[in-house]
């Protein structure tokens, strides 16, 4: 079917000519990996949450739409970390949909979550955000 996707190994990627000087990212992940791997302690931040999808991705007592979903809802929180100094509304939001979503159906995943949120690497970039909804959030997820 044209909307499903192929498993990573499957998977093809053509690049044209994107000109001298160019930094291109090719494969999966590229926004959050790009964008935590600049934060401090980014390295630290991008193996846990690489760790935790694979994780993920390995656990046979979740079904396939549900370990679809339980990446997606990692790969948010992982985005909303590495955008959160442009937007906190993009990390509030995902912590929020990821607390409701795990607390639900998939509790683990939420706790590996809120171990990441706690880690000293989480924290280098976390403490610095002003916006008292998004500490909110951040605060009610590691709890």
């Known amino acids: 079917m044209p909307d499903e996707q192929k498993p990573a190994a499957g ?4 690049m044209g000519d994107v000109g001298a000087g160019a930094r291109v990212a090719q494969g999966e992940n590229i926004s959050w990996v790009e ?3 600049r934060l ?3 390295e630290s931040l991008t193996r846990q949450f690489d760790t935790l999808l694979k994780r993920i991705a390995e656990d046979s007592s979740l079904d396939e739409d549900t370990r ?3 990446q ?3 790969k948010a929180v992982a985005e909303g970390i590495a955008k959160v100094q442009e937007s906190p509304s993009t990390l509030r939001r995902a912590l929020l949909d990821a607390k409701l979503w795990c607390g ?3 509790s683990w995943v939420g706790g590996a979550l809120g171990d990441i949120l706690k880690s000293e690497a989480a924290q280098k970039t976390l403490g610095t955000v002003t916006e008292a909804a998004t500490k909110a959030a951040v605060a009610s997820f590691v709890i």
């Open 11 to 14: 998977r093809s990627y053509q």
């Open 35 to 37: 964008g935590a791997a």
């Open 40 to 42: 401090p302690g980014g």
């Open 68 to 70: 679809a979903l339980a």
């Open 72 to 74: 997606d809802k990692t």
């Open 104 to 106: 639900s159906t998939a």
